[in-house]
């Protein structure tokens, strides 16, 4: 396994669409009152620390991005965007009730529509553009991201295998720190 430099990966905050269960893939939606304030527990935790080379990249959807102003508020001079850490697509899916998926389809859990979206991207090919993020790394990052992607991301740096995806722990507006092949939430 590659070892790679040391990452904070951070999901953003709470939105109004993670609020009432619709899913968002590329589709955005703001945050709400707690999502501000997850974001502000970020920033808390992250000032906490010695950011001293790190660079900031953030998924460029609004959600992160928010997330990653807030967060990094007074942390980081610059926020730079990377294409490669928006959230999974849900092709025709994206915007649509997650509960209602659910029933139409008789997924056992959320992890398997993502897999099942028509025209989605489904987790290969998240695996490979996560990977291609990874590769193009060289100094430690604050990385801001979403749910899934951020799993991802921790899977391949941990050097888990593709079903333990589900297993890598989540929430919104966490904090992981992933380094010498091992995560950590801190808090």
Request: net charge negative; hydrophobic share 40%; aromatic share 6%.
């Amino acid at each position: 396994m590659r070892d790679f430099p040391e990452l904070l990966i951070l999901r953003h905050g709470e939105t109004e669409w993670n609020a009432t269960g619709r899913l968002q893939g590329s589709f955005d939606s703001t945050l709400t009152p707690e999502g501000v304030a997850q974001a502000a527990r970020q920033r808390a935790l992250l000032s906490r620390l010695d950011l001293t080379g790190y660079r900031a990249i953030s998924s460029p959807q609004g959600r992160a991005f928010r997330t990653a102003a807030l967060a990094l508020d007074g942390l980081i001079d610059e926020i730079h965007t990377d294409d490669r850490l928006r959230e999974i697509g849900l092709g025709t899916w994206a915007g649509r009730d997650r509960a209602e998926l659910m029933a139409e389809t008789g997924a056992e859990d959320g992890f398997a529509l993502y897999e099942l979206a028509p025209g989605g991207e489904g987790f290969g090919a998240l695996a490979r553009r996560c990977e291609g993020f990874l590769a193009d790394l060289t100094t430690p990052a604050i990385v801001v991201t979403h749910g899934i992607t951020s799993r991802m991301l921790r899977l391949l740096l941990t050097g888990s295998t593709p079903e333990r995806l589900r297993d890598m722990g989540g929430g919104q507006g966490v904090v992981y720190r992933v380094s010498g092949g091992r995560q950590e939430l801190l808090s």
